[in-house]
């Protein structure tokens, strides 16, 4: 198993879900409200196990993949859009089944959701592939499902993260044998330049003057 493989899996389901939701007869409240649980459930424990398992490997071995600055950056971002999908979850769970407050609330999950989803699969999996061996990949992916399989029946209660906080916290966790092994790897790799673009704004300038 690979943990990039994992997440982009679940990505797609995140997404087929909201598709489910657009397309579900708009009077069936129960059955909008069974999806929609299953769904919170998923982008939680989903948000959790990538924070518990999969970034603080990241920080140790990642430089920054495409447009992100830093790894520290690249991770930090990710974080702050996890708060931001807590925040539409937590709108969404105040509001009416079906009602228009829950409608928008959901589409504010959505945008959040889809807008971490596009820049996670560009900076941080790339970053991930590019310094990661197999055996680590495979690792993570094991701690990844175990966790969201025995939180998954129930679901857990979102909890924000304070950004430097956990990227401070995360960098200073004690790493298994396999993840120090991939970071000596990392480090020795790191003189070979890895596949990164020109930041977002110099690119964009650059596609004007064309």
Request: charged content about 35%.
């Amino acid at each position: 198993m690979d943990i990039t493989d994992v997440i982009l899996r679940q990505h797609d389901e995140q997404r087929r879900m909201f598709a489910q939701l657009e397309e579900w007869p708009r009077d069936d409240h129960e059955g909008l409200a069974a999806i929609w649980k299953r769904l919170e459930i998923l982008l939680e424990t989903h948000a959790e196990a990538e924070e518990l398992y999969f970034y603080p490997e990241l920080l140790r071995i990642g430089t920054g993949g495409a447009d992100a600055e830093s790894v520290d950056e690249e991770v930090q971002d990710a974080v702050k859009d996890h708060n931001e999908i807590r925040t539409s979850v937590r709108k969404v769970g105040r509001c009416r089944t079906g009602s228009d407050a829950w409608w928008t609330a959901v589409v504010d999950a959505n945008v959040h959701n889809s807008d971490h989803m596009g820049e996670e699969e560009r900076q941080d999996l790339a970053d991930f592939r590019q310094r990661a061996s197999l055996e680590l990949r495979h690792e993570i992916a094991l701690q990844f499902l175990r966790y969201e399989a025995m939180r998954g029946a129930e679901g857990i209660t979102p909890k924000d993260k304070d950004l430097k906080a956990y990227v401070a916290a995360k960098k200073t966790s004690k790493a298994s044998a396999t993840a120090k092994k991939a970071a000596t790897r990392a480090r020795k790799a790191a003189k070979t330049a890895p596949a990164r673009a020109a930041k977002s704004k110099k690119a964009s300038a650059g596609a004007s003057e064309e």
